[in-house]
Nanobody, 124 residues
């Protein structure tokens, strides 16, 4: 069984910072890409940032220069440092772990798993 757990959300004033953490558990799972998504009320879920197993990072334009994603996909952990937060960053932030689930050498399938989400609220 694979579980993804996020933490670190909260309430912060505009211009402040928060650091989100995510850990995926499950010995049958190996992560290739770990990502942060967010979903604001009435809006679709959108990609914020991602990091691959070779350390390549990708950011949405609206967070470039403000957010930094780090992590260790072998340890199945990922972090999102969020600086210069704006009220429009208010959303539920979700961690996604994408990779392989292998119950044996001959039995692997590509799968991805979501966390339960953590609320980030930025006040003006």
């Amino acid at each position: 069984q694979v579980e993804v757990v996020e933490s670190g959300g909260g309430l912060v004033q505009a211009g402040g910072s928060l650091r989100l953490s995510c850990a995926a558990s499950g010995r049958v799972f190996s992560a290739n890409t770990m990502s942060w998504f967010r979903q604001a009320p009435g809006k679709q879920r959108e990609l914020v940032a991602a990091i691959t197993s070779d350390g390549t990072t990708n950011y949405a334009d609206f967070v470039k220069g403000r957010f930094t994603i780090t992590g260790d996909n072998r340890k199945k952990t990922v972090y999102l440092q969020m600086n210069s937060l704006k009220p429009e960053d208010t959303a539920v932030y979700y961690c996604n772990a994408d990779g392989l689930v292998c119950y044996s050498v001959e039995s692997c399938s590509k799968s991805d798993f979501w966390g339960q989400g953590t609320q980030v609220t930025v006040s003006s």
